[in-house]
């Protein structure tokens, strides 16, 4: 590769943001394209067969207008399902984002794990099978959260969401003797890419301390790994900005952080 390589990184919204910014800092020799799915968002709320229908051929055309060198699926919930189904039919290399279960129950210590996602994303068989592959005896508690994508979105609009409105979609994930810490949930999975945007309220709500496993950095080595070396001499290149329901975004500077300082177009 001699240019400047395209990433694509494409989510329901604007919870990918968390895996781009790590991409980011791994890579800021790469061109980005981030693409939020919104008019279909949220993808928790959509049948499997919806989420095929949807994602599939939307790919198509944005790897037809952009040309990525590598697509980040940036989204737990379409990545537990269209990955194969992406691979199957497109060239482009594809990294997805799954469940760091896996970490996750290597890290605990008091044996409970929750993974808290969205209601499709625990539901998925893939995420079934990681159990099953990983748990390594671990209690690994399910928790698929219906809300708190939207209110994470929400969020970073600028709303203001209330404590009890999070604790609501949180507290399934505090499982055990809370006056134990060796019998009780130590370690919770963020198993849906908007999690991290809210991750000062989420630990500062928690019932008790708990490690919050993000896979954000490990994706981010990954995709520098598959790209190769970087390209000497270009510290950075431009970044793009798509909503697929084409609104314009107020979220101005909000953004700039994301895509390690740069201002996408
Ligand atoms: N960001 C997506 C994920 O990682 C989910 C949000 C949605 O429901 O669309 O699962």
Redesign the pocket.
């Given at each position: 590769m001699t240019n400047s390589p395209t990433i694509l990184v494409f989510?329901?919204?604007l919870?990918?943001l968390t895996v781009l910014r790590e991409v980011v800092a791994a890579r800021p020799d790469a061109h980005y394209v981030y693409v939020a799915d919104d008019a279909?968002?949220?993808?928790?709320?959509h049948s499997e067969d919806e989420i095929i229908a949807r994602v599939v051929p939307l790919m198509g055309e944005l790897i037809g207008t952009h040309d990525p060198d590598l697509v980040v699926i940036?989204?737990?919930?379409?990545?537990t399902l269209v990955l194969s189904h992406l691979r199957a039919v497109y060239s482009v290399p594809f990294v997805g984002?799954v469940p760091a279960i896996k970490p996750a129950c290597a890290h605990s210590k008091s044996r409970r794990v929750s993974v808290l996602?969205?209601k499709?994303?625990v539901k998925r068989e893939y995420t079934r099978a990681l159990i099953r592959d990983f748990a390594q005896g671990c209690e690994v508690t399910l928790v698929g959260s219906p809300e708190l994508?939207?209110l994470a979105e929400r969020a970073l609009g600028g709303d203001t969401i209330s404590d009890g409105a999070i604790l609501a979609e949180l507290s399934p994930c505090f499982v055990g003797d809370p006056a134990d810490a060796g019998a009780r949930t130590d370690t919770v999975v963020l198993?849906?890419?908007?999690?991290p945007l809210l991750l000062e309220r989420l630990t500062r709500l928690a019932p008790w301390p708990v490690d919050w496993i993000d896979p954000a950095p490990a994706i981010a080595r990954r995709v520098s790994d598959l790209l190769g070396s970087h390209i000497g001499g270009i510290v950075q290149s431009g970044a793009e900005m798509i909503f697929t329901s084409n609104r314009v975004h107020g979220l101005g500077a909000a953004l700039t952080p994301f895509f390690g300082g740069r201002v996408p177009a």
């Amino acid at each position: 590769m001699t240019n400047s390589p395209t990433i694509l990184v494409f989510d329901s919204g604007l919870g990918g943001l968390t895996v781009l910014r790590e991409v980011v800092a791994a890579r800021p020799d790469a061109h980005y394209v981030y693409v939020a799915d919104d008019a279909f968002f949220p993808y928790g709320h959509h049948s499997e067969d919806e989420i095929i229908a949807r994602v599939v051929p939307l790919m198509g055309e944005l790897i037809g207008t952009h040309d990525p060198d590598l697509v980040v699926i940036a989204c737990n919930t379409a990545s537990t399902l269209v990955l194969s189904h992406l691979r199957a039919v497109y060239s482009v290399p594809f990294v997805g984002t799954v469940p760091a279960i896996k970490p996750a129950c290597a890290h605990s210590k008091s044996r409970r794990v929750s993974v808290l996602g969205t209601k499709g994303t625990v539901k998925r068989e893939y995420t079934r099978a990681l159990i099953r592959d990983f748990a390594q005896g671990c209690e690994v508690t399910l928790v698929g959260s219906p809300e708190l994508a939207s209110l994470a979105e929400r969020a970073l609009g600028g709303d203001t969401i209330s404590d009890g409105a999070i604790l609501a979609e949180l507290s399934p994930c505090f499982v055990g003797d809370p006056a134990d810490a060796g019998a009780r949930t130590d370690t919770v999975v963020l198993a849906c890419t908007h999690y991290p945007l809210l991750l000062e309220r989420l630990t500062r709500l928690a019932p008790w301390p708990v490690d919050w496993i993000d896979p954000a950095p490990a994706i981010a080595r990954r995709v520098s790994d598959l790209l190769g070396s970087h390209i000497g001499g270009i510290v950075q290149s431009g970044a793009e900005m798509i909503f697929t329901s084409n609104r314009v975004h107020g979220l101005g500077a909000a953004l700039t952080p994301f895509f390690g300082g740069r201002v996408p177009a």
